[in-house]
């Protein structure tokens, strides 16, 4: 089988011939290191390989009996540079890390593997996965699959374009305000934030941190139902993780399952939007009342949401990195400076306020989906913007504060506790990928999973990438990383 038709199957499909003996973990290394080389220089999504380590982890997984060689049973993926991978270099995007290589690796690292899961390169994000858009002083900025002039948005931008140009057949990556979903978004793949306790993973500053989770991508949904069964399941050292049923994602995508209400909302109630992006979204929820699916206009009460999320992400920038702001405050982007120095400088009464609101809007949330399925909304509120552009600074006449105000209508789902899932829904006048939002309550991550197979089914939109990375005549200059 050539290159071309390796990087062209679906995850699943890789699966069973891996399963079967029709395929070796090293046939998918090779065809993937051919890749990387023919596209890599043009995305800069995977700045780290550890194909060496990953043919030695192959080895080990080929001595195991083929019954026992997990879900994934050979199936090569990158790694978020985030996360912990044992004796891969894992810089956080930061300066102050450019040289750490850590010893031992991330609980999540260590249960993919279990499953079959061969780490061969960490992707690129942001420093600390700090903002929308993927850019960093150790490696530079990565670049949209789709226009290399374009940004592939953040944090998990490196693992999205990673799979848009058929470096990656599934991806890890991690989400706090939007990072698997806005990626998923602009370059026309799909990601999911799961719930809270969904993913184990090692923690780090704070044992009952819940703004950011782990979760996965991939190039359509029953790939990334895949990767979200190998990912999901609890583990003693993190004591908010949940329990998994073996198969169960996997399983709600082929149930079938047709959601009988849906909410549409082109804003949330909190934020402008391109309108060109709101009647694309708007479109694909009318396509889905076209298949019988009752649809109606409207939205929960979420206006706290600002106030809650700003506050609760100062606090968590304050606790994971405020000890080595003294040491490393040239070292780190202004933008991460602002947001720790905010949490050192919260009052206890505006944590205090910050938490109510978060149960308040949970309870809202809730009470929600008593009466839908799902609510759809734009994922991302514009399409892919200029790659030397450092974030989002207005929208649709709406001058936007900080650089974390454009990332409301993600962030929503991050306060309220809500699995989201953000899916293809159409292309922009320029052929960008926009991407439709899919929410439903709390801990309900496999019917969020069900309802994006059937809007995804309908949409037809479930095999548009690989695509070779498209470069315009005049491309973007570099994008400064300080």
């Known amino acids: 089988m050539s290159t071309s038709d390796l990087i062209g199957m679906d995850a699943c499909n890789v699966v069973a011939s891996l399963q079967d003996g029709t395929l070796s973990p090293h046939d998918l290394l090779d065809a993937l290191e051919q890749r990387i080389a023919q596209v890599d220089p043009l995305v800069n999504a995977l700045p780290t390989l550890c194909l060496d380590r990953a043919r030695q982890a192959a080895d080990r997984l080929l001595a195991r009996p083929r019954t026992e060689r997990g879900a994934l049973a050979g199936l090569p993926l990158p790694i978020k540079d985030l996360t912990d991978v044992a004796e891969v270099r894992t810089t956080y995007g930061s300066l102050a890390f450019a040289d750490h290589v850590p010893q031992t690796s991330n609980l999540l690292v260590e249960r993919i593997e279990d499953q079959g899961g061969i780490v061969f390169a960490k992707s690129n994000t942001p420093e600390f996965g700090a903002g929308g858009q993927t850019f960093n002083a150790v490696f530079g900025v990565t670049r949209n699959p789709w226009d290399t002039s374009k940004s592939s948005a953040g944090s998990s931008g490196g693992a999205a374009a990673a799979l848009a140009s058929g470096m990656a057949w599934v991806a890890h990556g991690s ?54 069964d190998a990912m999901a399941g609890d583990h003693p050292a993190d004591p908010l993780s949940l329990p998994a049923v073996p198969g169960q994602y996997r399983q709600a995508v082929q149930s079938g399952w047709k959601p009988a209400r849906i909410a549409y909302s082109a804003t949330l109630g909190l934020t402008p939007v391109d309108p060109e992006v709101a009647r694309i979204t708007r479109a694909a929820a009318e396509r889905l009342a076209g298949e019988g699916v009752i649809v109606e206009e409207t939205h929960p009460d979420l206006s706290e949401a600002h106030e809650c999320f700003q506050v609760l992400r100062a606090l968590s920038y304050a606790t994971s990195f405020g000890r080595l702001l003294p040491a490393h405050r040239h070292q780190f982007k202004p933008d991460v400076v602002w947001n720790i120095e905010k949490g050192l400088a919260l009052t206890v009464d505006q944590i205090a306020r910050a938490e109510a609101q978060r149960v308040v809007l949970k309870n809202r949330m809730r009470a929600f989906f008593a009466g839908y399925d799902l609510l759809l909304c734009p994922t991302t509120i514009v399409p892919p913007f200029p790659v030397d552009q450092k974030h989002v600074t207005h929208c649709d006449g709406v001058a936007f504060e900080t650089y974390i105000d454009w990332l409301a209508i993600v962030y929503a789902a991050t306060i309220s506790c809500c699995p989201a899932l953000s899916i293809p829904c159409g292309f922009t006048k320029d052929g960008l990928p926009v991407g439709l939002q899919i929410l439903a309550a709390p801990r309900s991550d496999a019917q969020c999973l069900a309802g994006g197979r059937f809007a995804e089914q309908v949409l037809g939109l479930g095999r548009i990438t690989p695509i070779l990375p498209r470069v315009p005549v005049a491309a973007s200059p570099a994008l400064t990383t300080h």
């Open 175 to 228: 989400d706090m305000g939007g990072s698997l979903r806005n990626p998923a978004s602009f370059c026309g793949v799909v990601g999911l934030r799961p719930s809270i306790g969904r993913v184990a993973a090692t923690p780090k500053a704070q044992i009952d941190g819940t703004l950011s989770v782990e979760g996965p991508m991939a190039r359509n949904v029953r790939d990334l139902a895949l990767l979200m």
